[in-house]
């Protein structure tokens, strides 16, 4: 719903009640600042009751306010350029202490998605993965450091993945050419949602792939093509995203594998360190 979320408020207008449609107005001209206001907040701004707020959303589909909130918030991310993203982030920081906001923030984000994480979707991914003929990977811009580390841990794991890396559209699709039933895509994408990654993602769907979708809602473009949905909030921390959700996701799906091939991934670790001994790769001399 969020990128016909606007849209769909101009169109119910004249159904709205007096005070809906002061709600209404607000948020059409300032969602910016209406997507981080509690439903007190907003009521008092715009002048009416609280409860009056929370059957505007209702009205318009959500379950309540805070369903509402999130998903004007997702909007106001993909339309704010980074400069305003900026701006909205240092209003909501303030003058505090940056290093305990951020990292409070950060702490609640994982609480918040262990909360919404759906089990029995994060264990069939698990289990797609492991079955899976070839494992595709794909995330661009800051996705792309996401997709890496899922990359590099999945590759000690299982000899069949592959990271695709693209600099244009045309460059994604030949990579993406050679997918078959039987493999799995493990999309990645957080506001501002790439087009690259939603079209891939279609394309991969027509083929017959299986996908697994790591991204931030319900909402998301990618997520109604996925098979499995793993849902992470993220939010903005400036003109950058907060992605230690999504990570944390990631670094669970990588334990959970590594404990369903214990017994592969253990012989190729100690070769691994045979090589990594031999080369002398690490330092082990200490501080």
Same mark, same amino acid.
């Given at each position: $719903?969020? &990128?016909?979320?606007?849209?769909?408020?101009?169109?119910?207008?004249?159904? =709205?009640?007096? %005070?809906?449609?002061?709600?209404?107005?607000?948020?059409?001209?300032?969602?910016?600042?209406?997507?981080?206001?509690?439903?007190?907040?907003?009521?008092?701004?715009? %002048?009416?009751?609280?409860?009056?707020?929370?059957?505007?959303?209702?009205?318009? %589909? =959500?379950? &309540?306010?805070?369903? =509402?909130?999130? !998903?004007?918030?997702? @909007?106001?991310?993909?339309? @704010?350029?980074?400069?305003?993203?900026?701006?909205?982030?240092?209003? #909501?920081? %303030?003058? &505090?202490?940056?290093?305990?906001?951020? @990292?409070?923030?950060?702490?609640?984000?994982?609480?918040?998605? @262990?909360?919404?994480?759906?089990?029995?979707? /994060?264990?069939?991914?698990?289990?797609?993965?492991?079955?899976?003929?070839?494992?595709?990977?794909?995330?661009?811009?800051?996705?792309?450091?996401?997709?890496?580390?899922?990359?590099?841990? #999945?590759? $000690?794991? /299982?000899?069949?993945?592959?990271?695709?890396?693209?600099?244009?559209?045309?460059?994604? /699709?030949?990579? #993406?050419?050679?997918?078959?039933?039987?493999?799995?895509?493990?999309?990645?994408?957080?506001?501002?949602?790439?087009? !690259?990654?939603?079209?891939?993602?279609?394309?991969?769907?027509?083929? &017959?792939?299986?996908?697994?979708?790591?991204?931030?809602?319900?909402?998301?473009?990618?997520?109604?093509?996925?098979?499995?949905?793993?849902?992470?909030?993220?939010? $903005?921390?400036? =003109?950058?995203?907060?992605?230690?959700?999504?990570?944390?996701?990631?670094?669970?799906?990588?334990?959970?594998?590594?404990?369903?091939?214990?017994?592969? #991934?253990?012989?190729?670790?100690?070769?691994?360190?045979?090589?990594?001994?031999?080369?002398?790769?690490?330092?082990?001399?200490?501080?």
């Amino acid at each position: $719903m969020n &990128g016909d979320l606007l849209k769909l408020i101009e169109e119910k207008m004249p159904s =709205f009640s007096k %005070g809906q449609r002061r709600i209404a107005t607000y948020i059409l001209e300032q969602y910016d600042k209406a997507a981080y206001m509690t439903a007190s907040k907003l009521s008092e701004i715009v %002048g009416v009751s609280e409860s009056t707020v929370v059957r505007f959303a209702i009205e318009l %589909g =959500f379950e &309540g306010y805070p369903d =509402f909130q999130h !998903s004007l918030q997702t @909007l106001m991310r993909n339309r @704010l350029t980074s400069f305003q993203r900026m701006e909205v982030s240092n209003q #909501l920081i %303030g003058e &505090g202490n940056v290093l305990e906001k951020v @990292l409070f923030s950060d702490a609640e984000r994982i609480r918040h998605t @262990l909360e919404i994480t759906n089990r029995v979707s /994060f264990d069939q991914a698990i289990d797609q993965i492991v079955n899976a003929e070839n494992i595709y990977i794909v995330g661009v811009r800051s996705s792309s450091y996401l997709a890496g580390f899922l990359n590099y841990y #999945l590759r $000690m794991i /299982f000899d069949r993945v592959k990271l695709l890396q693209s600099t244009s559209g045309s460059e994604l /699709f030949e990579q #993406l050419l050679p997918i078959r039933r039987g493999d799995v895509v493990i999309a990645i994408s957080f506001p501002r949602y790439s087009k !690259s990654v939603v079209h891939g993602v279609e394309f991969v769907k027509g083929r &017959g792939a299986d996908i697994i979708a790591i991204t931030d809602s319900s909402q998301s473009p990618i997520a109604s093509a996925a098979d499995q949905l793993l849902v992470a909030q993220s939010d $903005m921390a400036s =003109f950058v995203d907060s992605l230690v959700a999504p990570m944390s996701i990631i670094n669970a799906m990588i334990v959970a594998l590594s404990r369903r091939k214990q017994e592969d #991934l253990d012989r190729r670790l100690r070769e691994l360190e045979d090589v990594w001994d031999r080369y002398d790769v690490y330092d082990k001399k200490g501080n």
